[in-house]
C-alpha cells in the first residue's frame, strides 16, 4: 500500500486536500463484503441440503411425520405432502449427499479466503491510520478553506478505517458460524449417517423393536442438528 506523504499536499490546491489519500482507498478493494455474503448464502445452501437429507431419512417413518405435522396440520393434509416429498427425496439420498459434499468442500475455501481478506482489512485500517495521522501533522492549525477540506477529508478516512475494521469483525463472526456448521456437517456426514444405513441395512433386521428404537434415536439426533444448523444462521 502506498505511504502516506502528507509533504506533498500543496496548500494552493484544494483538490489535494480533498483528495487526500485516494491512491490508497483506491487499492483498498470492496471486495469483502461480497465475500461474506457470498459464504452466507453458501451456508445457507447447506443447511437447505441437510434440511432434505433430514426429510428424506424420514420415509421409513410416517408416524413420525404425522407426529411432527400435528393434528392441524393433518387435518390440511400436510402430512401427507411431507411423507410424498420425503419418499421422493429418499430416493435422491446419494444426489443430495454430493451435493452438501460440494457445498462443504466450497464453505471450507470460503472459510480461509474469509481470513484473508480479514487480515487485509486489518492492514488497510493501520495504513487508513497512517494517512490520516500524517494528514493530521500536515494540518497543523491553521483555518481556512484548505484546512477544512482536509479535515473534512480526514473524517472520511477515519469513517473507512471503521468500516474496515467492522468487517474485521464480521468476517471473524462469518468464520465462527461457517466452522461450527462444518462440523456438525462432518458430524452427520461422518457419523450418524454411517450409523443410520447400518441400521437400515437389513429390511428383516428393521423390523425388530431394538433396531427400529436406534434408528430413530439416530434420526433424532440428525434432524437436531440440522435443527441447530438452521438456528445458527439467524
Not at 462443504?104 to 497512517?130: F, K, N, V, Y
Amino acid at each position: 500500500m502506498p505511504a502516506p506523504d502528507g509533504q506533498a499536499l500543496d496548500r494552493s490546491d484544494l483538490l489535494s486536500a480533498s483528495g487526500f489519500g485516494a491512491a490508497l482507498l483506491s487499492m483498498i478493494e470492496a471486495s469483502t463484503v461480497a465475500t461474506l455474503d457470498a459464504t452466507a448464502e453458501t451456508m445457507a445452501a447447506l443447511v437447505e441440503q441437510m434440511q432434505q437429507i433430514a426429510l428424506a431419512l424420514q420415509a421409513r417413518d410416517p408416524v413420525g411425520i404425522r407426529r411432527r405435522t400435528g393434528l392441524f396440520g393433518r387435518l390440511l393434509g400436510r402430512d401427507m405432502e411431507a411423507q410424498l416429498q420425503a419418499e421422493q427425496l429418499a430416493g435422491q439420498l446419494g444426489v443430495l449427499l454430493v451435493r452438501a459434499d460440494a457445498l462443504a468442500t466450497h464453505l471450507q475455501a470460503m472459510a480461509i479466503g474469509a481470513e484473508d481478506l480479514a487480515a487485509q482489512a486489518t492492514d488497510s485500517a493501520l495504513a487508513i491510520d497512517d494517512w490520516v495521522a500524517a494528514g493530521s501533522q500536515a494540518q497543523g492549525s491553521a483555518d481556512d478553506a484548505w484546512c477544512a477540506a482536509l479535515s473534512r477529508r480526514l473524517d472520511h478516512l477515519r469513517r473507512m478505517a471503521s468500516v474496515q475494521r467492522m468487517q474485521v469483525a464480521q468476517s471473524r463472526i462469518v468464520q465462527a458460524q461457517t466452522h461450527e456448521l462444518l462440523e456438525r456437517y462432518r458430524r452427520i456426514r461422518d457419523i450418524l449417517l454411517p450409523a443410520w444405513r447400518q441400521q437400515a441395512v437389513s429390511e428383516a433386521a428393521a423390523q425388530l423393536p431394538a433396531t427400529l428404537q436406534d434408528m430413530q434415536r439416530t434420526q433424532d439426533e440428525i434432524t437436531t442438528e440440522v435443527a441447530a444448523m438452521q438456528a445458527r444462521l439467524r
